[in-house]
């Protein structure tokens, strides 16, 4: 089983749509969770990071942390064109190295 | 504000041919610094990473060589380069508190001819 899976999509919507992204993990170790978007022919950017279970929200973005089933999620609403990109999540434990999911692509129609 | 350059943005080589990627970072001291390489449908994979000058730590076995010769200076290097080395390199930063994200440059884009 790999340490992270992530659904790559691709996920297409209508502009205005709630978009739920997932992730789960393996390994009980992971203590912190990070998302990253990253738009096509550019570098991850950070969007949200959490640290314990429960939901954390800014703007339209909320990240879900649910460790007991080791099932991560990040919820877009009001969705806009400019959400387009491929979202990756990245659970890390103690050390200095993030385990990266492989992405899902997300698309918004206008 | 912080802020991490690599160049070149893209590079076209032959096999066989050395590599450098150049990776600097403003704004902080004494980052912890990442080589990553993102390959189509594999996610990104950690190369190297770097919590001080001079100290590197290699994650997988290949071609390629990570150095750190000043405190927010990043080298990757080859001196041979290999078809399989083809992809995008991705370089990060953190500070040095363990838990805290990893911020990306905008990565170099490589192909080998």
């Known amino acids: 089983q790999k340490e992270v899976e992530q659904d790559p999509g691709p996920l297409s919507v209508p502009e205005g749509a709630i978009v739920s992204l997932n992730c789960t993990y393996s390994n009980s170790a992971f203590q912190y969770f990070m998302w990253y978007r990253q738009y096509s022919r550019k570098g991850p950017e950070l969007l949200m990071y959490?640290?314990?279970?429960g939901n954390k929200e800014d703007g339209r973005f909320t990240a879900q942390v649910d460790k007991s089933s080791k099932y991560i999620s990040l919820f877009i609403r009001d969705s806009q064109p400019s959400d387009s990109a491929t979202y990756l999540c990245a659970p890390g434990a103690g050390s200095y190295q993030l385990t990266f999911g492989k992405g899902t692509k997300l698309s918004v129609i206008p | 504000s912080q802020t991490i350059h690599q160049w070149p943005a893209t590079l076209v080589q032959p096999v066989g041919s050395p590599l450098s990627l150049e990776c600097t970072v403003e704004?902080?001291?004494?980052?912890?610094l990442y080589w990553y390489r993102q390959a189509a449908g594999r996610g990104l994979q950690l190369l190297f990473y770097s919590v001080g000058i001079g100290q590197i730590s290699s994650e997988v076995p290949q071609n390629l060589s990570a150095s750190r010769p000043q405190d927010r200076q990043f080298i990757l290097s080859s001196k041979k380069l290999l078809l399989s080395d083809s992809g995008f390199y991705l370089c990060a930063w953190s500070t040095t508190v363990e838990d805290q994200p990893q911020h990306f440059g905008d990565g170099t884009r490589l192909s080998i001819l």
């Open positions: 704004g902080t001291s004494n980052p912890n």
């Open positions: 959490t640290y314990s279970s």
